[in-house]
């Protein structure tokens, strides 16, 4: 199913800033690698720089030591990808299609070398804010392996992801 262009993420827009928001990354680790950053100054100034690009709080992301985690590539993807909005009047349709995107392994096409397709595994993110700022009590333990007070192991399925959402007046 598509999701209104509201709801998708804006791969048009991170296509536009990815290259520089990665060139930025790496350049900045570069100048760290060789003059170090004691007092912050060019951290700082990368934070400005990338806020001002993509009018996101660089704050959340991890810019001194990115090879700890997922990469430069994945990190400037983030960094790039526009924050979901909050969404009047979402369907149950459209979360549903969202929670399957969340919980069900697409494999992606591997000649398609758009960033989309490159980035395929770690839109996940993307849904994961999309249903924490739209939903009151989403948490990620509805995504999760959990025990059950017999201490049996069970996972919620889809359907009833979408249900706990949905029904328990959830919806901000």
């Not at 993307?126 to 025990?147: I, S, V």
Request: net charge negative.
């Amino acid at each position: 199913m598509e999701l209104r262009k509201e709801i998708e993420p804006d791969f048009d827009t991170a296509e536009k800033c990815y290259a520089e928001v990665l060139k930025l990354i790496l350049e900045y680790t570069k100048y760290c690698e060789k003059h170090g950053d004691k007092d912050h100054a060019e951290y700082l100034k990368l934070e400005n720089t990338l806020h001002e690009i993509t009018g996101k709080d660089i704050s959340k992301f991890n810019l001194w030591e990115w090879w700890d985690e997922e990469g430069a590539e994945v990190l400037a993807f983030k960094i790039s990808l526009p924050d979901p909005k909050i969404i009047d009047q979402l369907t149950k349709e459209e979360l549903t299609e969202i929670v399957n995107r969340k919980k069900i392994f697409v494999i992606k096409d591997e000649d398609d070398e758009s960033l989309k397709a490159q980035f395929h595994y770690h839109i996940e993110y993307y849904f994961t804010d999309f249903l924490a700022l739209n939903f009151k009590t989403y948490t990620h333990k509805f995504f999760q392996r959990q025990q059950d007070r017999k201490g049996e192991y069970f996972e919620h399925s889809p359907d009833e992801v979408v249900e706990k959402l949905w029904n328990n007046g959830n919806y901000k």
